[in-house]
């Protein structure tokens, strides 16, 4: 669904797959997903799926039957229609996922995503039936409700078509790609199929979602400029509703985005216990971590294990499985940016996490209080 | 625009009209079977391989029954390749266990699983392209809906399903216009890019209003009801026990491997 | 058939930027009879069109069909007695096959199955269309589509049948089907046109519209022989009428 633009990347397998057909690199296919991700992510999928269309049976718009189908069949169509990047010399097209949003609010965004998806995976192959859940939850959950009730939204305020929604577009599409791709990688993972390392595929798939998130922020704001410009009815038609309605699903997003932040932190820093006893080490002048320090950083690290694995999965690392293992040496470097400095590492985790939860805290207290209030009159 | 795109829908939406003993079975049956197919390849261990290839029997079936060109289902599945093979690739070079000595070829892991990989590809994909060919985009919405799929979300497939090629061809429409008058130049400047989309979405919207009146002025309530609906009748839970019955045999036993002992032992 | 009589009194209609596209429309139209409304682009036929079935609300005035005011709550019932075919049949034909789409409006109208079923296919035999049942809307012809359109609304057996540009996209053999149609129908006919020949032979009365307002209305050939307010309103004085053909025979 997210086209690519074929400007040369990293990886020369990528550039050449391009190359080949217009590539949908978040579309997975059943081959590297295994059933018990799959399943699951399908179960995830159909779950939203069954809410949102109750959600939207009880909106009082019975005129979005007709209007969730044709702009479905808009968005397939708009996805075969190219423009030229300026100065790159290649070409990018829609996705659709926020513009739906803004265009139908989130409930109906997601259905139609979901069907347009369902449809290419039918006729196109585009990633196989066993990961369309997979599918549909990585490029419609994190569009519809995340990327444009919780940026879009908050961004534009509802003044479409001037530079503020330009980068409102802008950061939504690339929060809504890039969550996107985490997912796509997490998933990946999980299924233990593939034996590409963590740190390669994330590393091909930050920059190359980055720029399709770019694109896409464009291309919507654009499109909604020109609507906004011909017909700025259309998009009033988002009903307020929607505000107070959304939040159990953006509180829903924030739980996830904080799990999923939240293993991944912690990832980082099992992987690289050394930076913290490195810092501690420099403090106090040791090799080693002893005393009470040490056992608390063992149970630290083993609740890290506990939180951060699922038990039979593994990350590999970059090392080949054959190598034989040597603890003297020291390990690869792992092409990371950021990871030399442990307890910044453990700090910024630990801040990011702090944040999310206050953020999930914030809109269950409102939530609970504007439905009280709601009661009361 | 891809026209070549379109042209693959109208061919799969042809093929699925067909009307041959396969397409006549319950859309449910061929869903449920399929589903588990896909569940049962998936499940195999990474290194699988000769235990696979008895499945290649269930969509070869289908689409040799169900008069489906082969040469078709081929070309989809060759076009879908790439992705795989990019994700897969890397396996030959992270896994170097060696697994077996064929002459002078020593086989790693890594290819193991990498062949593994494609053989398990073609056989999902083929038994998804096998489903829709051989059943049609609406026979396919009514058994998914019989499943239990909520009938917004299949009359939301069913209406972008009918709207498409409307929407596909006024986009072309306009899209030739513009090149047309643009000198040979092949992709959009943005701005033409902004206006174009732009317009599209508007005569969409304006569409989906016009359809909206049709559905009212004959009495449309919110729901859309639905007038027959399938019943499962013997051939087709014949077909559904006979395949799950195969499925979980050549899951359980490796068939193939069977088949090569026999063949083997009898020559020895 | 109870006698359906066709009432617009005083009807005014603006649009929520503020055009004005009905100022005071009124007329009567008896049972059974073909009243053709016509007019330049614009003239606002077709809003007006949408008011008969209460598509559109009524604001401002009064829109009386048989014996009840056209209101909110007797919407539902009255689009049971007014079957409206728009201009577009692809806008129209919107479900998997034809058969479903005319079964649509008996469904919705709550028939039970086999009442549904006599339905769909009276209302395709009566428009020649039963061999294509089972086809999909897409996979027909402009004329096939044009007669399952109307098919859709026959289904609900109304008693007044409103058209909005029935003849427009249709080949000589098609349209020439077409008008023998609307000629075969006993029903109150309401034909919206560009298609002044087809005006003269099916429909016995006219409404000639103008910038939101009726400037004639009355027999066909007074109206339609008047070359001066032909020309005046955006018309001309149809083929038919100048030279005195007689008409083809029936196909």
């Known amino acids: 669904m997210i086209g690519v633009t074929n400007f040369n990347i990293v990886t020369s397998f990528l550039a050449r797959f391009q190359r080949k057909r217009e590539s949908e690199i978040m579309h997975m296919v059943d081959a ?13 999928s159909g779950g939203l799926i069954a809410f949102c269309a109750r959600k939207v049976k009880h909106t009082l718009r019975d005129n979005l039957v007709p209007m969730m189908g044709v702009l479905g069949a808009f968005i397939f169509a708009a996805q075969m229609i190219n423009f030229a990047i300026p100065g790159t010399g290649s070409s990018g097209h829609l996705g659709g996922g926020l513009i739906l949003a803004i265009l139908l609010g989130p409930y109906a965004a997601f259905l139609v995503i979901s069907s347009v998806l369902t449809m290419q995976a039918f006729f196109f192959m585009d990633g196989g039936l066993l990961a369309l859940g997979c599918n549909i939850f990585n490029l419609g959950f994190f569009p519809a409700f995340i990327a444009y009730p919780l940026i879009y939204r908050v961004i534009a305020r509802d003044q479409h078509g001037t530079s503020r929604a330009l980068v409102a577009a802008l950061v939504a599409a690339v929060a809504g790609l890039l969550l996107g791709a985490l997912s796509v990688v997490l998933e990946t993972r999980f299924s233990g199929i593939s034996e590409l390392p963590f740190n390669t595929f994330v590393l091909m798939m930050v920059p190359i979602h980055l720029a399709i998130g770019v694109v896409e922020g464009l291309a919507t704001a654009a499109v909604i400029a020109f609507v906004a410009r011909a017909r700025p009815e259309a998009l009033q038609t988002t009903p307020s509703a929607a505000t107070s309605a959304s939040r159990r699903p953006v509180m829903i997003g924030l739980a996830i985005a904080a799990v999923v932040m939240g293993s991944v932190m912690s990832w980082f820093a099992s992987t690289h216990p050394d930076g913290l006893e490195w810092s501690i080490a420099k403090v106090a002048g040791k090799d080693e971590v002893s005393g009470a320090m040490g056992s608390v950083h063992r149970n630290l690290a083993e609740l890290q294990k506990k939180t951060a694995f699922l038990p039979g999965y593994g990350f590999k690392a970059a090392t080949s499985e054959s190598a034989p293992v040597d603890h003297t040496s020291t390990p690869e470097p792992e092409p990371w940016p950021a990871v030399k400095a442990g307890t910044s590492v453990a700090g910024i985790a630990g801040g990011c996490m702090t944040l999310l939860l206050v953020c999930l805290a914030g809109f269950a207290l409102r939530a609970s209080s504007t439905q009280r209030a709601q009661t009361h009159i | 625009m891809k026209l070549v795109d379109w042209i693959e829908i109208g061919r799969m939406d042809e093929l699925g009209r067909m009307d041959t003993p396969v397409h006549r079975l319950d859309a449910r049956a061929k869903i449920v079977v399929t589903v588990a197919f896909i569940v049962l390849v998936m499940s195999f261990s990474r290194y699988a391989l000769s235990a696979l290839t008895p499945f290649l029997l269930y969509p070869v079936a289908l689409i040799a029954m169900g008069h489906i060109p082969a040469r078709h289902i081929l070309t989809k599945i060759l076009v ?22 064929m002459g002078p070829f020593v086989v790693t892991g890594g290819w193991l699983s990498f062949a593994s990989i494609m053989l398990r590809f073609v056989l999902t994909v083929g038994a998804a392209l096998a489903l829709v060919a051989c059943t049609g985009m609406y026979r396919l919405g009514a058994g998914l809906e019989q499943l239990g799929v909520p009938r917004m979300f299949v009359t939301q497939l069913l209406f972008l399903y009918r709207y498409l090629f409307v929407v596909a061809n006024e986009g072309l429409t306009m899209l030739r216009g513009v090149e047309l008058r643009s000198n040979g130049i092949r992709s959009l400047r943005f701005r033409v890019y902004g206006s174009l989309i732009g317009h599209l979405l508007l005569r969409s919207m304006d569409r989906s209003e016009r359809v909206y009146r049709a559905m009212v002025a004959r009495g449309f309530d919110g729901e859309i009801h639905v007038l027959r609906r399938a019943s499962f009748c013997w051939s087709d839970w014949a077909f559904v026990c006979g395949c799950l019955a195969f499925f979980v045999a050549a899951r359980t036993w490796n068939l193939a491997h069977g088949l090569g002992l026999l063949l083997t032992g009898s020559v020895r | 058939m109870s006698h359906h009589i066709v009432e617009v009194r005083d009807l005014f209609f603006a649009y929520p930027d503020g055009t004005e596209a009905l100022k005071g429309i009124s007329f009567r139209i008896e049972h059974g009879v073909a009243v053709a409304l016509v007019g330049a682009n614009g003239a606002g036929k077709s809003t007006l069109l949408l008011h008969l079935n209460g598509y559109l609300p009524t604001t401002r005035g009064e829109v009386r069909i048989g014996d009840s005011a056209l209101t909110r709550e007797t919407a539902p019932m009255v689009r049971r007695a007014v079957g409206m075919v728009f201009q577009d049949p692809d806008d129209q034909l919107f479900m998997p096959t034809v058969a479903e789409d005319v079964a649509f409006g008996p469904l919705n109208a709550g028939l039970p199955a086999d009442q549904v079923e006599d339905r769909v296919a009276m209302a395709l035999e009566r428009v020649g269309m039963t061999h294509v049942r089972e086809r999909p809307p897409y996979r027909l012809s402009a004329g096939e589509k044009r007669a399952v359109a109307i098919a859709t609304v026959l289904a609900m057996t109304p008693d007044i049948l409103v058209m909005d540009e029935p003849s427009s996209n249709l080949d000589p053999r098609n349209r020439r089907r077409l008008i023998e149609l609307l000629r075969s129908f006993a029903h109150t006919r309401i034909i919206a046109t560009h ?32 070359e001066e307010l032909m020309l005046a309103h955006g018309l001309e004085r149809p083929h038919s009428l100048r030279h005195h053909h007689p008409h083809p025979p029936s196909a």
């Not at chain 2, 879908?80 to 000595?101: C, E, K, Q, S």
């Not at chain 3, 429909?203 to 009355?218: K, P």
């Open chain 1, 32 to 44: 590297l997903i295994s059933p018990v991700v799959g399943g699951t992510l399908w179960c995830v």
């Open chain 2, 80 to 101: 879908a390749a790439p992705f795989a093979l990019v994700i897969g690739i890397f396996n030959p070079f992270m896994d170097r266990h060696p697994v077996a000595i």
């Open chain 3, 195 to 226: 298609d002044l020949e087809l005006v003269v032979e099916v429909c016995s009365h006219v409404i000639v519209m103008d910038g939101g307002a009726i400037v004639a209305q009355g027999p066909t050939r007074a109206i339609l022989d008047d």
